[in-house]
């Protein structure tokens, strides 16, 4: 794995580790569903924003029908279903603990891919599984 896609991977994190705080904050008078639909439009607003600003319109509407059924499939699992779990356990949970519950999705994409993609599992990946799960076994009972 490179430098950049290890540096482009710990920003992401680092986003993903912000994101939990700033949500809790912004549901503590919100309900998850209303939540997620002011978050949404704002996300839209920034997409938007960069379609104009690149000219990525084009890009956009060139995208094959296939891959949009995917992608919508994806838009359904992540932003919305997904999304809604996660708000909601933000609402009424810990915020520490949603992340960290939350943090199985690897997981279940690395059990997926295997099915999915025929994606060997190492050595590596199974002790990371099992560590996983130990440590989310932790911080639901602690």
Known sequence: ???SLILIS?????CWGLAPIFGKLGLSSVEPMD???ARTMITLAFL?????L????????????????????EAFFATLAGDLAYYAALKWGGAGVSAVVF???PVITIGLSN???????TLL???GVIMVGFGILLVVTG
């Not at 938007?48 to 104009?52: E, M, P, R």
Request: net charge neutral; hydrophobic share 60%.
């Open 125 to 127: 990946q199974i002790v």
């Open 54 to 73: 690149t000219n990525g319109f084009a890009r956009v509407w060139a995208i094959p029908s296939k891959d949009w059924l995917n992608l919508g499939m």
């Open 35 to 37: 939540g997620l639909a």
């Open 115 to 121: 099915l999915v993609f025929q994606e060997a599992f």
């Open 10 to 14: 710990l920003s992401g994190a680092v």
């Open 48 to 52: 938007l924003s960069w379609l104009v």
């Open 1 to 3: 794995m490179s430098i």
């Open 103 to 105: 943090a199985v999705s």
